[in-house]
């Protein structure tokens, strides 16, 4: 089984309505055939909270704008660190840079087959590294030795 045409025009706006927003490193999975709650993931990160909040908002706003699509669920937001929106059909994972390092979700569904993205999204692989290496953060180095010691 294979995501649906309806999940692939949700992560594809959601995608876009990330990048629209200076998300870091965008990426969706086709979890159909190992989930039965859903037919896709999509990650995208930020370096602060505030951003995690504002690229959460607009994926909401234009899903809904766009596609009359209204997330079911809607969890994490009051710490802006982590938040999912539940759209059934589709999960959008927001998470603040380091949390998406130490909790490395692309590791957990890196069997699953990624979902191709907007042009925009796209450009977005390797934001994150790049954020960092200007702001001196060895997250990413700690998180290729394995360890998760700079990512906390």
Not at 42 to 71: F, M, T, Y
Request: proline share 3%; with cysteine; charged share 35%.
């Amino acid at each position: 089984m294979t995501a649906t045409d309806r999940s692939t025009e949700l992560i594809n706006a959601a995608a876009q309505a990330a990048a629209d927003k200076l998300a870091h490193d965008i990426v969706a999975y086709d979890v159909s055939d190992v989930l039965a709650i859903t037919d896709a993931f999509l990650l995208a990160s930020a370096p602060n909270d505030r951003q995690v909040k504002a690229i959460v908002d607009e994926v909401e706003e234009r899903l809904l704008k766009e596609l009359g699509a209204k997330p079911v669920r809607r969890e994490g937001e009051r710490d802006g660190r982590w938040v999912l929106l539940d759209f059934v059909d589709i999960v959008v994972h927001v998470q603040h840079s380091e949390e998406r390092v130490f909790y490395g979700l692309e590791r957990l569904w890196k069997d699953c087959p990624q979902l191709d993205l907007p042009d925009d999204a796209k450009a977005s692989h390797g934001r994150a590294r790049e954020h960092a290496e200007r702001e001196g953060d060895t997250t990413y180095e700690a998180a290729e030795r394995g360890g998760s010691e700079g990512a906390r």
